[in-house]
């Protein structure tokens, strides 16, 4: 009986560490974790699609969001990332200069558009054309919210847009700058600004903010985000992925134009 007994603690005792040596090897077989330095409009999308990501490869990804500008020095500075996706083409450049970018990995991967924003109770109304009455419709005292316009890829377009239409001298001493395009948006969602320009995907995502008007594509660069992989980074898809039809799928979902 003892025996018995012992011999079937034995093979449960096999079986268990057995199973422990499996968990072991497959632990050393994972794809290490993949970090990724993203702009933060990107938030959304890019937390669906890295889901998805490691739902296919077994991969995790884990993502860093925050304005270009901030994300680009801190890779300068030495952060650990594997991929950067940055919101304009001269941040890109900026980390390439510094010979951080794996070589050929480089692509530019989603486009949007460039809105004028206000809080959606409110009963403004304005078209946006050569000259239009922007700084008559911040009120007295009103900032007009918009990121950085000396770093953050969202404040330049808005900077040249209102540039290329003759209003920005109307408004540059009334601004709110903001270091990410989504703090811009939160301004004017919360009802401390008037008015903001954002990207028209980070407007559609804000239920308390409505969309005025669409910048004409012509009053600004191209708005192109960008994707590499950085130097050392540890092996993955996760740009082939993003290239996907299936991330394309979920992009357009979310209002951005896939660039093929």
């Known amino acids: ?3 018995s007994i012992t ?3 034995l093979i449960s005792l096999v079986a268990i560490l057995g199973a422990s040596l ?3 090897r497959a632990a050393d077989n994972a794809a290490p974790p993949l970090t990724v330095y993203a702009a933060a409009s990107l938030t959304n999308v890019l937390q669906e699609l ?3 990501y490691t739902r296919k490869s077994g991969q995790s990804v884990k993502f860093s969001f925050a304005g270009t500008a901030t994300l680009a020095r801190q890779i300068e500075s030495g952060a650990r990332a594997d991929v950067f996706i940055s919101a304009d083409a001269e941040w890109m450049d900026y980390v390439a200069a510094k010979a951080l970018l794996e070589p050929g990995s ?3 991967l989603l486009a949007t558009r460039l809105v004028l924003i206000a809080p959606r109770a409110a009963t403004t109304t304005l078209r946006i054309e050569p000259k239009f009455a922007i700084a008559a419709a911040l009120g007295d005292g009103g900032r007009l919210s918009l990121a950085d316009p000396q770093s953050v890829p969202a404040g ?3 900077k040249a847009a209102l540039e290329s239409l003759g209003v920005w001298p109307s408004v540059a001493s009334r601004l709110a700058v903001s270091d990410n395009v989504r703090t811009a948006m939160n301004f004017v969602a919360r009802g401390e600004a008037p008015l903001g ?3 028209e995907t980070d407007a559609r995502l804000e239920p308390a903010v409505k969309v005025l008007g669409v910048f004409p594509e012509s009053a600004h660069p191209p708005i192109r985000y960008a994707a590499a992989r950085l130097r ?3 092996p993955s898809t996760f740009l082939e992925f993003l290239s996907s039809a299936e991330a394309h799928e979920v992009f357009a979902r979310a209002g951005f134009t896939p660039i093929r």
């Open 22 to 24: 499996q968990s072991v």
């Open 156 to 158: 330049r377009y808005a």
């Open 106 to 108: 480089r692509r530019e």
């Open 197 to 199: 320009v954002v990207y």
């Open 7 to 9: 011999r079937r603690l």
């Open 232 to 234: 050392a980074a540890v």
């Open 1 to 3: 009986m003892k025996s």
């Open 50 to 52: 890295g889901e998805a």
